[in-house]
């Protein structure tokens, strides 16, 4: 049994509201008694793409599970690299990087675009994952991960800044059959759908909760809970290659 955690959306910006509920919710994964496979955090590390935030996620989000970390819309690719990831002379090119575990491969792609709130797959991006897939043999598991989802999810906010030009990726994905399962946050709640014929699951935010339209209708201005805890995603491949996916909420301090 193969168990990948997935968080997202932390926004740390340097207060104690992000640092606790973040620090809660990898407190959380280092004291379960399994080992995990991997630890995905899905993008929005930091808050407004400082590198004093980053110093602070890289503190925060240290593990003794291997962590695989993306960027989002709120973060900035070269402080991102240089300070999270450590690269000396880091380029602004699309952070994609790749986990090979046990029985596994977690593909991770950079759909952030500098300077603005939705996503889209460059390129450079979607021929670094078609190389990673076709050099997967096809028993091998493969998850692709990013940060904004490619199909809408019937929420207005978060819809208008998705991920674009999705056809490219679904076109890549029919190739490849191995390909199991989408993962993504940027939507701030937890939420499963499809995209190219896959499962894609949705992270939870930790740092704050979307209101759904039927839930915000009275105040449709007032579209974010900073009253609901964090939560994170367990997903988990089974030995008859099942994907099966938990959502567990975790006490926050604040």
């Not at 925060?60 to 993306?70: E, G, K, N, T």
């Not at 997967?136 to 999810?153: C, I, K, N």
């Not at 679904?170 to 014929?197: I, K, N, Q, S, V």
């Amino acid at each position: 049994m193969i168990v990948i955690a997935q968080l997202s959306d932390v926004h740390l910006d340097g207060g104690p509201r992000a640092a606790e509920r973040t620090r809660a919710v990898m407190e959380y994964l280092d004291g379960l008694p399994y080992g995990l496979a991997a630890v995905l955090v899905s993008g929005d590390i930091a808050d407004h793409g400082r590198p004093e935030e980053y110093e602070e996620a890289r503190g925060l989000l240290a593990s003794r599970h291997p962590v695989v970390i993306c960027p989002g819309n709120h973060d900035e690719r070269l402080a991102f690299r240089r300070v999270l990831l450590g690269e000396d002379g880091p380029s602004a090119a699309p952070v994609d990087q790749v986990l090979r575990g046990e029985g596994f491969v977690l593909a991770v792609c950079d759909s952030s675009v500098p300077g603005e709130d939705q996503g889209y797959l460059a390129d450079s991006t979607l021929a670094w994952l078609d190389g990673v897939l076709a050099g997967t043999p096809r028993d091998v598991p493969v998850l692709v991960a990013f940060h904004h989802p490619p199909v809408e999810l019937h929420t207005p906010y978060v819809d208008g800044i998705r991920q674009f030009g999705e056809e490219r990726l679904e076109a890549l994905a029919l190739r490849h059959p191995h390909l199991r399962a989408f993962l993504c946050g940027h939507a701030h709640t937890a939420a499963a759908t499809t995209f190219a014929g896959r499962p894609l699951l949705v992270a939870p935010g930790v740092v704050s909760t979307l209101r759904l339209p039927w839930e915000a209708q009275a105040d449709p201005a007032h579209h974010v809970h900073l009253d609901e805890p964090p939560a994170v995603a367990f997903h988990v491949l089974g030995e008859d290659g099942r994907l099966t996916t938990h959502y567990r909420v975790v006490t926050a301090r604040r």
